[in-house]
């Protein structure tokens, strides 16, 4: 079946993206990534080594022709800092591809709808592809949306919590008014997280520490390829109803008199 | 990787187990039970057609060599009715595997741990390979386990809706205890509640609603299908803890100051 | 408002039962009893001094008028120790009223369904007035009450876990089926969990490690009593049902136009 | 105990605020009004007839002395509309306390970050008592902090849905973080998600349609005075951690080998 994810024009078969930080090496997360099958990575813009591509520079492990590259911002604490971060990131990486990420809080990572709100409009405006880490908040997602982002990126937990989708009561609402990709980001903690989401009709997961910390990482990111796959599948096939109570079943005597004998 | 299951010395590569009733038609219900890859099928005694075996008789539909016959007593109120319903299969089916429900409620069908664990005893004393239905009751489990059945059966929620894992803490205790394969039966709605107890541990899941009564229940048979292979992939590939909150990331600052120049 | 719960045809104002285990001490436990208004406090057959009333004995700490002992079973792996555990009690303490509890596993102290409903049958036709500490199993339940015991108390979530109500779909099924009073018993961890228990149309809470493992016992004991009669009023006012989404609301723009001028 | 809430220098006894809507008529709403103990409480703006105080104008119905006005703006689409609001609200009730909402989206009533940040600076320069009614956002609650708000009001789940508690991994980090009082708003759906805020540690919730369309609203009024009292007691006695697994009993047969002959 083909049911390609659009974003801004370009198409992906995988619905899983993919982080790259807390893996034990740069060979481990290679190898989860390309297991993974996701064709859309983001990494930190600090820590893309600008001053000389030695052995050790994260993007050497990227290199395969169906990876796209998604720098992010994450470390800005304002949209000035994330403006900045992304003019950079354009110019050492060429792609005009930006996960905007903006955390003035360095404990729980929490997005600020305002400061990215800004940001985002400012780099739409310079020809950026936007996709803002967010809030499971509708209203920010609809102005997002009016300002011009790609797809939008709700957290469904506080990052790094593998708490799976306890925004899910506002991801509904995000999914059903979204005019724009939602892709769910944050607190993906297992592959079952990743198959409710897309069953609900998210159009992709971000998954990062739950694979990096796996003990077979690379085993775990197959099993988030699948996870996702499953739960695209049973999106499209749609799902029955949760109901209150079963349905009355008959009784087994009848039959046991009849053909007991 | 080679992972099979194995229940009463038979090995299956598929852990999800399909159940027959509420398909639209006999020709639906085999292709989505091909589809699922499953090698363990149950259906209701009563649905059986001893008398004639007509171009409807469900068992033509089953008629699979990778697909084994697990009759069920499904209907039964009593021990005994259940016994004698699994004397009768025996004989019909040709197999001396059972699944073992017992439920005196038409409503709920709740199953009943006291007419239950009376059947199961006596039926393993007949050669039965006996796979009993039941409540997520820890020590229940581990008393059937005593008398000699091949695998236990609690269930997720009420069957037949579509809740999921509504037993998620009485499953870990029973899979944490357990000598014999358990199998999660009843309440699971969606892949991703498949994968759910696959991850935590169960060995196998029993689905039946959920791909019956889906729009399309071939895709839907295929969905749960590879979300099992996830939810094993993932238990084998061992996931991270959940954490209360977020590692700290450094800020973007100072990398801006350094790099930005 | 005049609502009492009866039981075996007693009649008690206070919808709270109380443990007396885990306290730091007897003048404590005897604080927070007090201060909780229960009428009903279980305390653990083993824990009775049979050889001098000293002292210590924990029962001197219980005489007071509006408190009814229930002895326990606890510690009873089978139904005839519990049996015999029960009419040393009922001799010792002069009360035929009996908490009911079979655990054969001393780690979680799950509930035993087929012996506590072999002591429950044999223990009722003794006269006792048994209240059984049970699983959640609405089938369970039907059955003691068919052998006539004066209450149920299904188990909210393991002992001792403070989890809540995590068997809600179940205890729904036993208080919508039930005849005798449902007296939700195990992992209550909160004045809100109590609450929720009343609200659902529980007829009563047990609560004790949530009590005596509070930092100030008797002010805990005092919101639990004020919590479960919270709860019980909304049962009798009668909750609004759940909604998936918000009544539309009329915009103020008109209202400021009119207004505003 | 005195245990004041305290907002903007001004003390209440009371932690349970009340909104004024969906009630059958005006003498129901202020008996369960007066009936929750409520010391503040909620009107939209267009509610109030200002151009004659007849008969059914329902601030004849607030008018006690232990009842102080909070004129909200519901309604209010954009920053513009909800600070019009605002001054025309604090002429006609001589009050400069408001409970600023914005939600463009008449469907779910969802807050609006930007628009709501935006009013909240600018009502306060202009000498406000400011209550923005908000996602459960941390980082948007430190910025409404930060231009002077009076206290922030995250809401629990859905305006209307009675859902309860759906956002607290967010609500346990806003009050983590937060200088001001914690008011949790919206999806509050019975007396027990009221105790379960306040046992959080949210300073106050504020409670509408689970009172006004109660089958007995001052009943259930009652009912939610009493939970918030109880929440609130028990977060002072600090509740215990919630374990995984019951506390080791010790067995009953050496007891009853001691004292059984």
Redesign the interface.
């Known amino acids: 079946m083909n049911d390609p994810l659009v974003i801004a024009g370009k198409s992906f078969q995988s619905r899983l993206f993919l982080g790259t930080g807390?893996f034990g090496n740069h060979q481990e997360m290679e190898a989860a990534i390309v297991a993974s099958g996701s064709e859309l990575v983001t990494m930190a813009?600090?820590r893309i080594d600008?001053n000389d591509k030695e052995e050790d520079d994260i993007l050497r492990y990227l290199n395969h022709d169906h990876i796209n590259l998604l720098p992010n911002?994450?470390?800005?604490?304002t949209a000035d800092?994330a403006i900045?971060?992304a003019r950079?990131a354009r110019e050492a990486l060429q792609t005009n591809w930006l996960k905007l990420e903006i955390?003035?809080?360095?404990?729980?990572?929490?997005?600020?709808?305002?400061e990215t709100?800004k940001a985002a409009e400012q780099l739409v405006k310079e020809g950026f592809v936007v996709l803002p880490y967010i809030?499971a908040?509708?209203?920010?997602c609809?102005?997002l949306e009016a300002v011009g982002v790609a797809a939008v990126m709700p957290l469904g937990?506080?990052?790094?919590?593998?708490?799976g989708l306890?925004?899910?009561?506002?991801l509904e609402?995000i999914i059903e008014?979204s005019n724009v990709p939602v892709v769910v980001d944050a607190g993906i903690?297992?592959?079952?997280?990743a198959?409710?989401a897309l069953?609900m009709g998210a159009d992709a997961v971000l998954v990062n520490?739950?694979i990096a910390?796996?003990?077979?990482?690379v085993?775990?990111a197959?099993?988030?390829?699948?996870?996702v796959?499953?739960?695209r599948?049973?999106y499209?096939?749609?799902?029955?109803?949760?109901?209150?109570?079963?349905?009355?079943?008959?009784?087994?005597?009848e039959?046991?008199m009849v053909?007991?004998e």
Chains 1, 2, 3, 4 share one sequence.
Request: hydrophobic share 45%; aromatic share 6%.
């Open positions: 807390k813009l600090k600008f911002t994450s470390g800005a604490r800092e900045f971060a950079l955390h003035p809080d360095p404990r729980y990572l929490m997005p600020d709808a305002i709100l809030h908040d509708p209203v920010l609809k102005r937990a506080p990052i790094g919590s593998n708490k306890r925004t899910l009561d506002f609402i008014q903690g297992a592959p079952s997280h198959a409710a069953e520490t739950a910390v796996a003990q077979d990482s085993q775990m197959t099993a988030f390829k699948i996870a796959e499953a739960g599948m049973a499209n096939a749609k799902l029955g109803a949760v109901q209150q109570r079963a349905v009355a079943s008959s009784p087994l005597t039959f046991l053909n007991g």
